[in-house]
Every structure is written in C-alpha cells, then in structure tokens.
C-alpha cells in the first residue's frame, strides 16, 4: 500500500509509520557522498574484524577534507546553522529551472523507520509549511524498500512536481532511478548519497569520516593501548555508515586498540542488549563502546549495568535520552553528530532553485560534537526521550507539540 502525505500552506501531514528496510553493498564508484542516519534492518553481524569492505569507501581526500571542515568556518545566519554552508566550492547557476509559483515540491523518503527520520520529518513538513509560495508538500514513504523507492521516484518525477527531494534508501541501488528524475525535474539529494553527480544539489552535514574519526578519537584518548573496543553498527551498504565506520576502524587501530567484535545490531535496543552481553561474556571485559549511530547507546549502557559492570567509555549521539543517561550517571561518554536540522535545507535549497538562485553543487552544514563541556545546554526540558536535539525546530511552528514536547 503507498503511503502519501500531502502538505498545504498551514497543515502538517501526520507522520507515517515505521518499517524496516532492505540494504545493498554499495559500488565503488565515485558517490555522492552523503551522510545519513538508516532506517533499515540488516544482517545480524558481521564478519568479526572484518568489516564490509569499508576499503570501497574509504577516500583519503575526503577523509581529510571533512576533518578540515570540522574547523571550517560557515558561511551564513550565525543562529540558523541549516542555512549556512562550508566552504562551496562550486556554485550552480539554476536560471535554468527558474520558474514561478506557487509550487508542489514532493520528497521521495528511504523511511521513517528510526527516531532520527521521524525527527526529521517533522522538520521537512514544518519548514514546508513556513513557505506560502509551495502550495502542496507531498511525501511518498519508502518504508525502507528500494524498489519501492525507485516506484516512488519514478511517479513523482512523472506527476508534476516543481522539484523533487530524495533522501535514498540505499546508495548503488537507487542511483539509476535518480539519474532519470535528473532528466525531467530538478532534483535535490540530501541525507545519504547516490553515486551519480546530476542532483543540482547535495545537502549534507561534514560527513561520515568526520562522525566516525570523532568518537574514535575520543576512545583513542580514554582507553589505554590493548583496550578491547566493541564495534557496534547498524547495516552495511549504505555510503554514511561505511564512511564512518571506515575511519573510525583506522584511528582505533592505529591507536593500539583491539577491536574484539564488530556488530550489527539493526538499531534494536533489545538486540543491542543482546550483543553487548555476548561480548562481555565471550571477552571478559570490554573497555570502549564505538557506535556508527547512537540511537541505541542507552541499551548498551544498561547492558553493562545489567552485567554488574562499569560503563566504559562510549560514543552516541544527541538523542535526548542519552543525554541524560549520560548526566545522571556522569558517564564517560562523546556525542558526534548528524544534526537532524538538514532535512529543513532541502526546502530551502528546492526554493532557491525555483527562484534561479544559485546554490552549492555540494551543501555541506556544520557538524557540532556534543561533550561533557556543552552537553547541557542541548537537553530539551520537557521533551521526549527519543527526540534528537539538534532539530533546529525550536523555531518552527507547533514546537514543541508536534515533536512530542510538553
């Protein structure tokens, strides 16, 4: 059954529910390399040490761009990160697809299947609603499916639309539908990436090595050379992932770190549970936790607890209850980012289009980290525990209500 949502000046849609999702390898082709948090099931583990094949992913001048795009500077309003831009490179002339209004813009979603895209949805439908020249916001909802995807795509680059908005499910398997919404729609890539460089635009925070090197840096400090470093992570295939994952295996190795387990976990708080306790029980000890996404950091917490252990240091995210999880039980903890505040820029970036103003080839937003010095000031008293913190939706109309806040 297709799920649609459709969005007017004023009215929100409601949010769909969730589904789990299907994943590929990804090629080795040049991608357009998006960061993004999954919304997909998986594998339940992996090969051990070894990974799945983050060789194909793993490029040395992206790696060191993103970590010098950590320092960047950005350009644009200081308190309104989602419209700022680090260091463009290349800037596209759209006169090509100026055109008037009002408009319909439409998004192809991978899913809903996470807290992070259900945080994000909110956000795209809100900030649609804020702009009374898109006239109708409509959502097809992947649910985690490629071929339903690449259906999706396929109608709504037939049906109209002023300009289409992707977030893919997965990177190799739906480029090619991509490339052909190319030919007849303007069409913005934002969250994770297609191996393709037709979308006039990408919009991305600093990136999947930069998330992945952050933590493990972080555990590189903390944890002693030897330490037994469990790997948690949630599906292969998917660009961001791998990204990360291919960086932060590096700085742990190259730290002396023994990576005992790598996992995948399908982002299942049970299942989470499950793994860490297997490792405890097979290792003895575990000395760091790295995750390759952090919605489920406080399983592993518990996990530990459960086993009469010691929380080691670990790697999150800014997930409102591991926020406070990590207060309340003054954990050793980092929070690397993917700020859910992009999924407003795809409209920004749709209307810039439409309206023949340039726009980065490649968006790419600031990508804060969350430590134990700035931790409290992005706990969101009142909201729910599975709310990500930095929205950027403080502003947004129906905030908090439409997020689940009181």
């Not at 040490?49 to 761009?65: E, H, I, L, P, W």
């Not at 590096?250 to 049970?270: C, I, M, N, W, Y």
Request: hydrophobic share 35%; net charge neutral.
């Amino acid at each position: 059954m297709r799920h649609r949502l459709s969005v007017g000046l004023t009215v929100a849609a409601a949010l769909l529910a969730t589904a789990s999702c299907s994943s590929d390898k990804a090629d080795s082709s040049s991608a357009t390399k998006a960061p993004g948090v999954p919304g997909a099931s998986a594998p339940g583990a992996s090969p051990g040490k070894g990974d799945s094949g983050d060789s194909k992913f793993f490029v040395q001048a992206d790696y060191d761009r993103q970590l010098a795009l950590l320092k960047a500077t950005p350009q644009g309003p200081a308190d309104k990160p989602w419209e700022q831009m680090l260091d463009p490179q290349q800037m596209v002339d759209t006169t090509q697809f100026k055109k008037d209004g009002p408009y319909e813009i439409c998004f192809s979603n991978a899913s809903v299947a996470n807290n992070w895209r259900q945080t994000g949805l909110k956000n795209i439908q809100a900030e649609a609603a804020t702009h009374p020249e898109i006239a109708k916001f409509t959502v097809l909802d992947a649910q985690g499916k490629d071929d339903k995807q690449i259906s999706d795509i396929q109608e709504l680059a037939g049906k109209g639309c002023s300009a289409l908005i992707v977030s893919p499910n997965t990177t190799a398997t739906l480029t090619p539908a991509v490339k052909a919404a190319c030919g007849k729609i303007p069409v913005i890539v934002f969250d994770r990436g297609v191996s393709t460089d037709c979308p006039v635009t990408f919009v991305n925070p600093v990136g999947g090595y930069a998330f992945g090197d952050t933590g493990a840096r972080f555990l590189k400090e903390k944890v002693k050379p030897g330490g037994k470093i469990l790997a948690l992570r949630i599906l292969p295939g998917v660009d961001v992932l791998e990204n990360r994952w291919a960086a932060g295996k590096r700085v742990l190795e190259q730290g002396g770190l023994d990576v005992v387990d790598v996992k995948f976990t399908d982002g299942d708080p049970a299942k989470t549970k499950a793994v860490v306790s297997d490792a405890i029980q097979r290792h003895g000890t575990i000395d760091g936790v790295w995750m390759d996404a952090g919605d489920t950091a406080v399983a592993a917490v518990e996990a530990f607890e459960d086993a009469g252990r010691k929380v080691p240091p670990i790697t999150g995210e800014d997930q409102q209850q591991f926020l406070e999880v990590w207060k309340k039980k003054n954990l050793t903890a980092i929070a690397p980012t993917y700020p859910s505040y992009q999924w407003r820029t795809p409209i920004i970036a749709a209307l810039k289009i439409l309206k023949g103003e340039p726009v980065p080839k490649e968006w790419k937003l600031p990508q804060p980290t969350i430590t134990a010095d700035n931790r409290d000031q992005y706990l969101k008293p009142g909201m729910p525990p599975l709310h990500y913190a930095m929205c950027g939706c403080e502003t947004l109309p129906g905030y908090p209500d439409k997020w689940g806040g009181k």
